[in-house]
């Protein structure tokens, strides 16, 4: 198992720069992958980007390409998205989610389904 916990959301203007972290209870490269969703209300739960073990090999939704960047620190069982140009449409709740077990799943990363564990989100809203 592992508990994740997300911090750095806020408000920002249209343009902006935030930068959030999920920090896990375990080692992050015990994790098949980690990813970030996001949720705004009214709408389902959205695959954002998504890191592999090793840190090395990301994938990102087309609507945060170029815009977004998806990291992570080891040595602080840290995962972290920076999150540049934001934009109206980006104001959601951002949820981190890590798949322990199951490495297949992460080549479906973009659904729900594929992550077992999941934090309490973080609120991310974007004025224009």
């Known amino acids: 198992q592992v508990q994740l916990v997300e911090s750095g959301g806020g408000s920002v203007q249209a343009g902006g720069s935030l930068r959030l972290s999920c920090v896990a209870s375990r080692d992050t490269r015990s994790a098949r992958c980690m990813a970030w969703f996001r949720q705004a209300p009214g709408t389902a739960r959205e695959g954002v980007a998504v890191?592999?073990?090793?840190?090395?090999?990301?994938d990102y939704a087309d609507s945060v390409k170029g815009r977004f960047t998806i990291s992570q620190d080891n040595a602080a069982n840290t995962v972290s998205l920076q999150m540049n140009d934001l934009k109206p449409e980006d104001t959601a709740t951002y949820y981190c989610?890590?798949?322990?077990?199951?490495?297949?799943?992460?080549?479906?990363?973009?659904?729900?389904?594929?992550?077992?564990?999941w934090g309490q989100g973080t609120q991310v809203t974007v004025a224009s």
């Open positions: 890191i592999y073990s090793g840190g090395s090999t990301t």
């Open positions: 989610a890590s798949n322990l077990w199951y490495p297949s799943f992460c080549g479906r990363w973009t659904s729900r389904g594929s992550f077992t564990y």
